[in-house]
Nanobody, 121 residues
């Protein structure tokens, strides 16, 4: 059974920083893409940042220069360092991991339960 668990959300003032962590655990062969998504009230879930196993990254335009995604493959963990936070960054942040159970199997998406990030003005 594969689990993806986030941590690190909370309440912060505008201009502050938070670091989110997400660890995948259980029985699996490898993880391909890992990423962070967010969903604000009344809005669709959107991609914030993603990182491949080799370290290539992709960011939403709204967070470029403020957020940094990184990954520790040995720990099956992905991080999101969020700096210069704005009230519009307030949302539930979800971790996503593309995981396969064996070398010849397809990759499947696994989602964490989400962690709330609230930025006050």
């Amino acid at each position: 059974q594969v689990q993806v668990v986030e941590s690190g959300g909370g309440l912060v003032q505008a201009g502050g920083s938070l670091r989110l962590s997400c660890a995948a655990s259980g029985s699996f062969f490898s993880i391909n893409l890992m990423g962070w998504y967010r969903q604000a009230p009344g809005k669709q879930r959107e991609l914030v940042a993603a990182i491949t196993g080799g370290g290539s990254t992709n960011y939403a335009d709204s967070v470029k220069g403020r957020f940094t995604i990184s990954r520790d493959n040995a720990k099956n963990t992905v991080y999101l360092q969020m700096n210069s936070l704005k009230p519009e960054d307030t949302a539930v942040y979800y971790c996503n991991a593309d995981i396969t159970s064996s070398p010849n199997s397809d990759y499947f998406d696994y989602w964490g339960q989400g962690t709330q990030v609230t930025v006050s003005s």
